[in-house]
């Protein structure tokens, strides 16, 4: 078992260094980005939080999951281990302003629950599956990002705006 595991991780780590390799190239090339500066950024941290919680044990079963009913995204839908985790991404350049999981306020914590309540309608037994809301903060101050995740950050019916719990 030890081998099929670091075989696993092996092969994460190489895919996530070519998708950097290729990010790169794309940015050398001389066509104008698709997307703005701060969108990029964005992007380029949920393929960070991806792999950092591929290399966490998550298996991340969508990535920016939308419903046609509802306004928004969710970043990241994984399990960790019983736990279906619904995970908000925020990512930032800089540790220089505020912390980057401090964008997740009351109403884009009420955004994502709506989104769970949709998604978990389409599973079997939904009411049988433990839920957790977790938010990863992505900082690239320089190459290689740097990360802090906070597991069950809120609740279902979270309506505190001061900010959800910190622990991991």
């Given at each position: 078992m030890q081998t099929i595991s670091h075989l696993g991780h092996a092969r994460l780590s190489i895919f996530e260094r070519t998708l950097g390799w290729l990010d790169q190239a794309a940015t050398r090339s001389a066509r104008p980005p698709k997307y703005p500066a701060h969108l990029m950024t964005g992007l380029r941290g949920e393929d960070a939080a991806y792999f950092y919680l591929r290399g966490l044990g998550y298996t991340i079963v969508a990535r920016r999951w939308s419903s046609p009913k509802l306004r928004g995204d969710i970043d990241l839908i994984g399990w960790d281990g019983e736990w279906l985790c619904f995970v908000e991404v925020k990512t930032r350049s800089s540790r220089a302003f505020?912390?980057?999981?401090?964008?997740v306020d009351h109403e884009k914590r009420a955004t994502l629950a709506r989104m769970a309540r949709e998604y978990t309608r389409q599973l079997e037994h939904p009411e049988?599956?433990?839920?957790?809301?977790?938010v990863v903060s992505v900082y690239f101050p320089g190459g290689r990002p740097e990360f802090e995740l906070f597991r069950g950050a809120f609740d279902w019916d979270d309506s505190s705006p001061s900010g959800f719990r910190t622990h991991e």
């Amino acid at each position: 078992m030890q081998t099929i595991s670091h075989l696993g991780h092996a092969r994460l780590s190489i895919f996530e260094r070519t998708l950097g390799w290729l990010d790169q190239a794309a940015t050398r090339s001389a066509r104008p980005p698709k997307y703005p500066a701060h969108l990029m950024t964005g992007l380029r941290g949920e393929d960070a939080a991806y792999f950092y919680l591929r290399g966490l044990g998550y298996t991340i079963v969508a990535r920016r999951w939308s419903s046609p009913k509802l306004r928004g995204d969710i970043d990241l839908i994984g399990w960790d281990g019983e736990w279906l985790c619904f995970v908000e991404v925020k990512t930032r350049s800089s540790r220089a302003f505020q912390p980057a999981e401090a964008a997740v306020d009351h109403e884009k914590r009420a955004t994502l629950a709506r989104m769970a309540r949709e998604y978990t309608r389409q599973l079997e037994h939904p009411e049988l599956i433990p839920v957790r809301f977790d938010v990863v903060s992505v900082y690239f101050p320089g190459g290689r990002p740097e990360f802090e995740l906070f597991r069950g950050a809120f609740d279902w019916d979270d309506s505190s705006p001061s900010g959800f719990r910190t622990h991991e």
